[in-house]
Each structure stands twice: as structure tokens, then as C-alpha cells.
Nanobody, 116 residues
Framework: QVQLVESGGGLVQPGGSLRLSCAASGFTFSRYPMSWYRQAPGKERELVAFINSAGRSTTYAGSVKGRFTISRDNARNTVYLQMNSLKPEDTAVYYC?????????WGQGTQVTVSS
């Protein structure tokens, strides 16, 4: 079955960096686009970044454009989110997402806290 396992979250000071990873299994990873979402307390889940199956096309939420970079390694079945210049408002649980066989799959999420 489809499994998505995120890692790399933690506590970081404002201005710092983190790299999130999402290891995928149970489907042909290289054929599907991948996304990162986040959900802050009391807010709806929002799309942060998207990457197509080949890794050549990406899109970002306006709030993270220029600071976050999504990438993927199809040989390792892994998608990454490099987050730089982190702000307190980036604090959220970050989720990996795949749309496979017309169904949405989510990882368990990884907490990112930006605080001094």
C-alpha cells in the first residue's frame, strides 16, 4: 500500500533552515507529482509546494516563494523541502502528499517550530 513517511522537522530559530524529507513506497514514485502541505494550529491545511513527476516543474505558495525549495530524487523515492529564512509564521505540521490512482495519500506529518 502507499506509504509516505516524513522526517526532518524540529525547533529552529527565526532565520534558520531545515530540510524535510518524505520517503515514499507502494507506488511507482517517478510517475506521480508530489506536494508538501502544512497546517498551523487553528488553520486549514494549505499547499506549500508542488513538483511534477520529472522534477522539472515546481510551484510555491506566495508566502514561501524564494525561501523554500521542493526537489525530488526518483532513484531514492524521496521528495524534499528545503526551508530557508524561516519565520515564526512557518510554524506548522508539514505533510507530504501524493495523488495516486485518484486517491489522496498523506504522511503522518512532521512538526516544524520556528521560535527564539
Amino acid at each position: 500500500q502507499v506509504q509516505l513517511v516524513e522526517s526532518g522537522g524540529g525547533l529552529v530559530q527565526p532565520g534558520g533552515s531545515l530540510r524535510l524529507s518524505c520517503a515514499a513506497s507502494g507506488f511507482t514514485f517517478s510517475r506521480y507529482p508530489m506536494s508538501w502541505y502544512r497546517q498551523a494550529p487553528g488553520k486549514e491545511r494549505e499547499l506549500v509546494a508542488f513538483i511534477n513527476s520529472a522534477g522539472r516543474s515546481t510551484t510555491y505558495a506566495g508566502s514561501v516563494k524564494g525561501r523554500f525549495t521542493i526537489s525530488r530524487d526518483n532513484a531514492r523515492n524521496t521528495v524534499y523541502l528545503q526551508m530557508n529564512s524561516l519565520k515564526p509564521e512557518d510554524t506548522a505540521v508539514y505533510y507530504c502528499n501524493a495523488e495516486v490512482w485518484n486517491a489522496a495519500y498523506w504522511g503522518q506529518g512532521t512538526q516544524v517550530t520556528v521560535s527564539s
